[in-house]
């Protein structure tokens, strides 16, 4: 009488829970302990509901629940969300992020952009953190974007005032075609304007001038390079020379630089010339007063190019370096390095994507990520306004999955490491739980995959499908 009326019992309040499910979804299924609570892992009564055995469940041959999964995720974290829940809020939800799959770690739903040049690094300059690599440890020929480091050096070795005057090893030290102020042996210009001639106009000689004014000459100053370099935490970079003309042996990685990058613009001399679009340069003694400008393209307003936030940059270009392009940026009090190397004419496009994704992670992506409702289907935009397709997420601690036309999933799903899971009406995945499912009991756990052939945390037995063995 005792086992009867606690049966009933067990009906009535999973009927009084059925009543308040939305109509959207699938029912959420109620377990047989007491209270009707799907947060517990407490097992099911001597006496639950269910009827006899002769479903074969989930995990057998002929399976169970509404469809088959199509990921080949081996499944994620141990959220177990609220049986009762009334779906996700059409409204964007704060910090949503995309679960790694391996016990509800979070990482951010941006998708990363897709970077044409071989090497290519995004950090974080508050922290000197990589926010996106690629071949970041890689050797490439920078070409003039060692020039950061030039303008860097001299800037924290010489007065602006100082007054530089080029040799004839700095003026006839050049491989043919190399970019020139059209100096001559005795040419005279001040620090300050040779640093606007080198960042600007990416003038090789005005490169060797600096560079032996500030170390007596051009090696030696190399020797200065290579010296600093290693003071910023550069572990692959050899410099050769000033100016980043070919030579086998003048080399960094996307890192390295980055990090160059990262102390030139910490350092206000070299921020500021290399954030200016025009100067004009004196006369010299075979050409008249010139005005030069800026070489790296997302500085101006007028160009398809530009890009908001742009600080400055160093452009560079060698036969065997191919493109490389530095950029600093900042928005909204983040300021972001982007470094290029080796890339066929898309420098900028990649920077821009960098820089877009880069902003997009350091602001959280609550303005673009949310969940979209078509009738009684939800899908999840990310912050790269796709929806989420084929792939776990963790949105607000709890684990869901999307199969491959962009639906939440709700119900069973079995994927490719033979594991089954269930997803409540509101989509959150079920773990360390009990669920019923015509008429039969099945344990969830802690991981989220129905356990099979095995005994309960709580105590009571699984059979081969998974089933209650009662």
């Known amino acids: 009488m005792v086992k009867r009326f606690n049966r009933i019992w067990s009906i009535a309040i999973s009927l009084s829970l059925l009543a308040s499910v939305p109509a959207f979804g699938d029912i959420p299924i109620v377990p047989p302990i007491s209270g009707g609570s799907d947060n517990g892992i407490s097992g099911p009564e001597t006496a639950g509901p269910g009827g006899d055995n002769t479903q074969s469940g989930p995990g057998a041959s002929t399976g169970t629940g509404n469809s088959t999964g199509t990921g080949t995720s081996t499944g994620t974290g141990t959220s177990t969300g609220s049986g009762t829940s009334t779906g996700p809020s059409t409204s964007a939800g704060p910090g949503a992020?995309?679960?790694?799959?391996t016990g509800g770690s979070v990482v951010n739903t941006l998708k990363q952009p897709e970077i044409q040049a071989q090497g290519a690094v995004l950090m974080d300059a508050a922290t000197g953190n990589l926010l996106y690599s690629k071949e970041a440890e890689t050797k490439f020929y920078p070409a003039s974007i060692t020039k950061l480091m030039t303008a860097l050096l001299v800037a924290e070795k010489c007065s602006?005032?100082?007054?530089?005057?080029?040799?004839?090893?700095?003026?006839?030290?050049?491989?043919s075609g190399a970019v020139t102020l059209g100096l001559v042996e005795g040419d005279k210009l001040t620090v300050r304007q040779s640093l606007y001639g080198l960042l600007l106009k990416s003038a090789n000689e005005v490169a060797n001038g600096l560079a032996e004014h500030?170390?007596?000459?051009?090696?030696?100053?190399?020797?200065?390079?290579?010296?600093?370099?290693?003071?910023?935490?550069?572990?692959?970079?050899?410099?050769?020379n000033p100016n980043g003309l070919n030579n086998s042996n003048h080399y960094t990685t996307p890192h390295d630089m980055a990090l160059i990058a990262r102390a030139a613009f910490q350092n206000g001399t070299v921020s500021k010339i290399a954030s200016t679009l025009s100067y004009q340069i004196p006369a010299t003694q075979k050409a008249a007063a010139r005005t030069i400008s800026l070489g790296h393209k997302m500085l101006y307003p007028n160009d398809a190019r530009y890009y908001q936030g742009v600080i400055g940059g160093k452009t560079g270009?060698?036969?065997?370096a191919g493109n490389t392009l530095v950029t600093c940026a900042e928005r909204d009090g983040v300021r972001l390095i982007a470094v290029i190397m080796k890339s066929k004419s898309t420098q900028y496009t990649d920077?821009?994507?960098?820089?877009?994704?880069?902003?997009?992670?350091?602001?959280?992506?609550?303005?673009t990520a949310k969940w979209q409702q078509e009738g009684a289907k939800w899908?999840?935009?990310k912050n790269d306004g796709n929806r989420a397709a084929?792939?776990?997420?963790?949105?607000?601690?709890?684990?869901y999955w999307f199969d491959s036309d962009g639906t939440m999933a709700t119900g069973w799903r079995h994927y490719s490491n033979d594991a089954w899971y269930y997803f409540k009406s509101g989509g959150a995945m079920a773990s360390s739980t009990w669920v019923e499912s015509d008429g039969q009991w099945f344990y969830l756990g802690a991981d989220g995959a129905m356990m099979k052939n095995t005994v309960t945390p709580d105590g009571y037995t699984l059979d081969a499908s998974g089933v209650w063995v009662k």
Do not use: H
Not at 97 to 101: A, E, I, P
């Open 214 to 240: 500030t170390a007596g000459s051009i090696s030696k100053f190399a020797d200065m390079m290579n010296a600093r370099a290693k003071e910023l935490g550069c572990t692959n970079t050899n410099f050769v």
């Open 97 to 101: 992020t995309q679960g790694s799959g």
């Open 390 to 399: 084929n792939e776990w997420m963790t949105i607000d601690g709890a684990d």
């Open 317 to 320: 270009y060698t036969s065997l």
């Open 351 to 367: 920077t821009s994507a960098l820089l877009d994704y880069g902003f997009a992670l350091k602001s959280g992506g609550s303005q």
């Open 160 to 175: 602006l005032d100082d007054t530089v005057t080029f040799s004839k090893t700095a003026v006839t030290n050049l491989e």
């Open 379 to 381: 899908y999840f935009v």
